[in-house]
């Protein structure tokens, strides 16, 4: 964690909480995904403040791109996620790409997807710029790509929203972007369910 990180504590069970880990931005940190705790567990009541400071920044993101999107897809299941994901892991070419498994910060709430930090450093410009992501029906799509001060944040930023709506990319599919040009990548999804179910604005559930 940095200075100005923002986690959101959500409570599983008696003694268990989840931790999820944003950056000025509300974006969730990449670097978190792979974190493990390296001492026993202790409960901050502090943790409670710093969890609606969290929330409160990934609402006023959702909220200015446009509110969270909420889910119309029936439950799935562990063996479905592992189908998605061993179809992903399948995937060939000889240009660079990268895989991704998506989730929920990435496509209901936050609209940012952080890059792993392997590839962008390796492909990608080490400066925020505009660029191109082609969708599988080859439609062409701006997005910004942002990179954090200190270098260690890559992410799709500004127009990964409108991708991942139109696409009705999910939580749990897989994502590989494959380069196509320093600033062009080609998406390829592999879902969880096939059917498609339109996702539903948050604030149209409301109404």
């Known amino acids: ?34 974190a493990n705790c390296s001492q026993p567990c202790t ?22 791109l446009g509110g969270p999107f909420i889910s119309q897809r029936r439950d799935i ?10 179809a992903a892991l399948r995937f060939v070419s000889k240009r660079p790409f990268t895989m991704i498994t998506v989730r929920v910060s990435h496509v209901y709430t ?13 492909h990608l410009p080490h400066r925020s710029q505009g ?19 200190d270098h ?14 139109r696409n009705n990319i999910e939580a749990s599919d897989v994502c590989i972007f494959e380069l196509m040009r320093p600033n062009e990548l080609k998406l390829h999804i592999f879902r969880v369910v096939e059917e498609i179910t339109p996702l539903k604005k948050e604030r149209d559930m409301s109404n």
């Open 77 to 86: 299941t562990y063996e479905e996620k592992m189908m998605a994901f061993n």
């Open 110 to 122: 936050g609209f940012c997807l952080p890059l792993p930090c392997s590839f962008w450093k390796a």
């Open 1 to 34: 964690m940095s200075d100005g990180d923002f986690c959101v504590f959500k409570y599983v069970k008696k003694l268990c909480l989840r931790v999820q880990i944003f950056d000025q931005n509300g974006c969730e940190k990449e670097s978190a995904f792979l």
């Open 131 to 149: 660029m191109t992501v082609r969708d599988p029906r080859g439609k062409a799509w701006a997005v910004r790509f942002y990179v954090h001060p």
């Open 43 to 64: 409960f901050n009541f502090s943790a409670s403040r710093m969890g609606k400071r969290g929330k409160k920044a990934v609402k006023n993101q959702a909220d200015r």
């Open 152 to 165: 260690q944040i890559g992410q799709l930023s500004e127009g990964w929203r409108k991708i991942s709506f």
